[in-house]
């Protein structure tokens, strides 16, 4: 069945700098791929999503693109904020379509 | 307009009793899941509706019920309550199932069991 794999945290992070998550996934065909963000006390939110290979998912300054040939995902900023200070997990569908897969989550502190 | 909603956000019973969680969407949407995050924020899902029917019940105990009463309302009730099952329940909907519709989430409820 369809799996993924995040790279595991906790990432420390001054304000400005760069960030890179890792996410790989196994899957049947070409999913649907999900960056959901869950903020410290709250439910998670989609942060970006792509949804056929080479599609580049965008939002709030995170970006992160579907490359089949690697089977990856990896979300990037290229300057994070105190505010960005959360639990970023990787998503795709299972193989029905019927619930999403999580990563096991990276928490990211970005101190300033 | 809260979209997803979940009651209560804290719940602290004790072992043996037995308890229930509401959830309500106000996005019109057909398909409604339930997750449980565990203590290392790993996040898996239990149930699945859609259109009020049962599609995904994954290897959950059978003390856990769901229960759709309409499109809008999905409702958990855990009899018999373990330590085990200490863990934050989220509540979440879709525009249906398929693997490109966007999940939005409640705002969890924390289970504790002592």
């Known amino acids: 069945g369809n799996s993924v794999t995040q790279m595991e945290g906790p990432v420390t992070l001054s304000e400005e700098a760069f960030l890179t998550i890792n996410c790989t996934y196994t899957?049947?065909?070409?999913?649907?791929l999900f960056w959901y963000v869950q903020y410290p006390g709250e439910g998670l939110q989609l942060l970006l999503k792509?949804?056929?290979?080479?599609d580049k998912g965008s939002n709030k300054g995170f970006e992160a693109t579907y490359r089949k040939e690697t089977t990856s995902f990896h979300l990037e900023k290229g300057s994070v904020q105190v505010s960005d200070s959360a639990v970023y997990f990787c998503?795709?569908?299972?193989?029905?379509?019927?619930?999403?897969?999580f990563g096991k989550g990276t928490t990211l502190s970005v101190s300033s | 307009d809260t979209a997803v909603s979940q009651t209560p956000k804290y719940l602290v019973t004790q072992m043996g009793n037995d308890k229930s969680i509401k959830c309500e969407q106000n996005?019109?949407?057909?398909?409604m899941y339930w997750y449980k995050q565990d203590s290392k924020k790993f996040l898996k899902i239990m149930f699945s509706y859609n259109n009020k029917e049962l599609i995904i019940n994954e290897t959950v105990p059978n003390r856990f019920s769901p229960k759709s009463p309409d499109k809008a309302h999905l409702n958990l009730h855990i009899n018999s309550l373990e330590l085990g099952d200490s863990a934050v329940y989220f509540c979440?909907?879709?525009?249906?199932?398929?693997?490109?519709?966007?999940?939005?989430f409640g705002p969890g409820t924390r289970l504790t069991v002592t």
């Open positions: 998503a795709l569908p299972n193989q029905a379509g019927t619930a999403l897969i």
């Open positions: 899957a049947t065909g070409y999913p649907s």
């Open positions: 792509a949804t056929k290979a080479d």
């Open positions: 996005l019109g949407h057909d398909t």
């Open positions: 979440a909907s879709s525009q249906a199932t398929g693997g490109s519709y966007e999940q939005y």
